[in-house]
């Protein structure tokens, strides 16, 4: 299917040479959903590597340094402006193996102004395979030397477990710095931190976790903002379950609790108790609202069923189901039988070869 894709954009030297704007005519985010899911998918990244990465996220990433002495944490300057067209070409020709006009075109899809945009669904893939010229020569050096090596996107970090020189940090701390220099990035210099168990009041953070105690933990102060915003819900709750205003305040601190949940913090069920008995309530306008789109969806036809919209609006609305059965189950209770009759006719994956490019 990519390739069917590829072939249309390719047939003419006008689209060859279109810009980024022209391609979002062309439905630029469903391309690189396509380019993700027959491209990205199917690459084997090193272990050394997090971040949009199936299984491997910042957890994983601060696990890593469990129990480390020493922390040398670096930051990547202006990571994703700083990677170029000429980049991204070359990560599609000379790692992904694509014949030179195909990776041309990949990387007018991947890039804009002759940088990587950050927030395009294909930027953190393309950002976790530009060093991969030089980063395994550096990850191979730590490993040998007894040093935990990471990078999440423009996170770098090199652990030891036993204390280590100045003058060894000093010379890992250049080594990272010339392998982002062959590749046309730069450190951070002002981010730059080195930590030790030795010192217990400074604390060793990885990816916004510290790991003094041995497993990623979320700083104290923030855990004490995460309790503050459940008490506030609370407390709004006793005035209303059914405002706009409660709905998006209890779902933000929903998923901070989720996190410390993630992470096994004690507080965490305690917490998520505390939501269990303040659950989100619709009042009537919300309730009648999600009966006209229920029977909005009930009128599709088999074809419009196997749209992605459709998809999109169907699990929104069961999901609104949810909050409508703890004020009338009743009613809850019919609507998810009308739903099960106008189901999609395909998933979500499938829909992306089905919109018009």
């Known amino acids: 299917m990519l390739r069917k894709t590829l072939h249309f954009l390719s047939n003419s030297q006008e689209r060859r040479e279109a810009s980024f704007d022209s391609y979002s005519s062309l439905h630029l985010k469903t391309l690189q959903k396509r380019i993700n899911r027959e491209i990205f998918a199917h690459v084997e990244y090193p272990n050394y590597l997090s971040g949009d990465i199936e299984g491997k996220d910042y957890v994983r990433n601060a696990k890593a340094h469990a129990g480390s002495y020493v922390l040398i944490s670096l930051d990547v300057k202006d990571f994703y402006p700083s990677?170029?067209?000429n980049q991204v070409k070359r990560i599609f020709q000379y790692f992904l193996k694509f014949e030179p006009g195909t990776s041309e075109l990949l990387a007018k899809l991947t890039t804009f102004n002759n940088s990587l945009p950050q927030g395009a669904c294909t930027s953190s893939h393309l950002a976790n395979l530009v060093l991969h010229n030089v980063e395994y020569h550096l990850a191979q050096y730590c490993k040998t030397a007894r040093?935990?090596?990471?990078r999440l996107l423009d996170d770098i970090c090199i652990s030891s477990n036993s204390p280590i020189s100045k003058e060894k940090i000093s010379r890992l701390i250049e080594k990272v710095s010339k392998m982002l220099r062959d590749e046309g990035l730069k450190l951070k210099h002002r981010k730059t931190r080195v930590s030790s168990r030795s010192n217990p009041?400074?604390?060793m953070e990885v990816t916004g976790l510290w790991i003094n105690r041995g497993a990623p933990r979320v700083k104290s102060a923030e855990r004490r903002a995460i309790r503050v915003e459940v008490y506030c819900c609370k407390d709004a709750a006793q005035t209303s379950l059914t405002d706009r205003e409660y709905h998006k305040a209890y779902a933000r601190v929903s998923r901070k609790v989720a996190m410390l949940n993630h992470l096994n913090h004690r507080?965490?069920?305690r917490?998520?108790?505390?939501l269990s008995?303040?659950?989100l309530r619709f009042d009537i306008h919300e309730i009648t609202k999600t009966e006209k789109v229920v029977a909005m969806l009930m009128r599709a036809s088999i074809k419009d069923?196997?749209?992605h919209s459709f998809i999109l609006n169907f699990n929104k609305t069961m999901n609104r189901l949810n909050i409508v059965a703890r004020t009338d189950p009743k009613l809850a209770i019919r609507l998810r039988k009308e739903m099960a009759k106008c189901r999609p006719t395909?998933?979500?994956?499938a829909t992306l070869y089905d919109q018009p490019i």
Not at 147 to 150: C, I, K, M, S
Not at 346 to 349: A, D, E, F, G
């Open 277 to 279: 008995e303040i659950l």
């Open 201 to 203: 009041k400074e604390l």
């Open 271 to 274: 917490l998520r108790r505390g």
């Open 83 to 85: 990677i170029n067209f």
């Open 305 to 307: 069923r196997e749209k």
């Open 267 to 269: 507080e965490a069920s």
């Open 346 to 349: 395909k998933r979500t994956s």
């Open 147 to 150: 040093l935990t090596y990471t």
